[in-house]
Antibody, heavy 121, light 105 residues
Framework: QVQLVQSGAEVKKPGSSVKVSCKASGGTFSSYAISWVRQAPGQGLEWMGRIIPILGIANYAQKFQGRVTITADKSTSTAYMELSSLRSEDTAVYYC??????????????WGQGTMVTVSS | SYVLTQPPSVSVAPGKTARITCGGN??????VHWYQQKPGQAPVLVIY???DRPSGIPERFSGSNSGNTATLTISRVEAGDEADYYCQVWDSSSVFGTGTKVTVL
């Protein structure tokens, strides 16, 4: 069974960048899309964007355009999410989640364990 | 942008039925997915494509979608069902509902 294993917690200064990784183990990586979803403390889920590794195509939620970059390394079955110009409002748990990409309305069937990113001076 | 509205909270006695709504403009024309999230844990898919259940999800969980409202129904509620529940659709991007906290009395 595929598992998504994320990198550890980060503490960052305002204005800096953070890069979170998501490694797939136990199954095929390239046949799926990997999305990034964040959750601020006590708040709901917010989709940031996704990448289709086999195609190398990424698309982003309008809110994060220009500030987020999602990449993937097929050789290591790892996806990355880099968020720049961090501010306190970016403090959140960041999840990666798997979906199909053939369907135009896929569900997220497997999730990573989450990575806490704290932005504080 | 597309908005999905859920009630903030639903309370239900053990053994009874909980219904969680997800309102959106003509949501019946979209595929709706539902997630359960317990404190400190990642979300878990409980219903996909309106009414399908992933393997391992009890039959007590069911879904429907029509008009401007999708509904997640939990029958014979158990204490372990206490969690936050989110609906999700795709518009030009992925959209999550505002979330509903289910409390088992």
């Amino acid at each position: 069974q595929v598992q998504l294993v994320q990198s550890g917690a980060e503490v960052k200064k305002p204005g800096s960048s953070v890069k979170v990784s998501c490694k797939a183990s136990g199954g095929t990586f390239s046949s799926y899309a990997i999305s990034w979803v964040r959750q601020a403390p006590g708040q709901g889920l917010e989709w940031m964007g996704r990448i289709i590794p086999i195609l190398g195509i990424a698309n982003y939620a309008q809110k994060f355009q220009g500030r987020v970059t999602i990449t993937a390394d097929k050789s290591t079955s790892t996806a990355y999410m880099e968020l720049s110009s961090l501010r306190s409002e970016d403090t959140a748990v960041y999840y990666c989640a798997r979906s199909t990409y053939i369907d135009d309305s896929p569900a997220f069937d497997i999730w990573g364990q989450g990575t806490m990113v704290t932005v504080s001076s | 942008s597309y908005v999905l509205t859920q009630p903030p909270s639903v309370s239900v006695a053990p053994g009874k039925t909980a219904r969680i709504t997800c309102g959106g403009n003509n949501i019946g024309s979209k595929s709706v997915h539902w997630y359960q999230q317990k404190p400190g844990q990642a979300p878990v898919l409980v219903i996909y494509y309106d009414s399908d259940r992933p393997s391992g999800i009890p039959e007590r969980f069911s879904g429907s979608n029509s008009g401007n409202t999708a509904t997640l129904t939990i029958s014979r509620v158990e204490a372990g069902d206490e969690a936050d529940y989110y609906c999700q659709v795709w518009d030009s991007s992925s959209v999550f509902g505002t979330g509903t906290k289910v409390t088992v009395l």
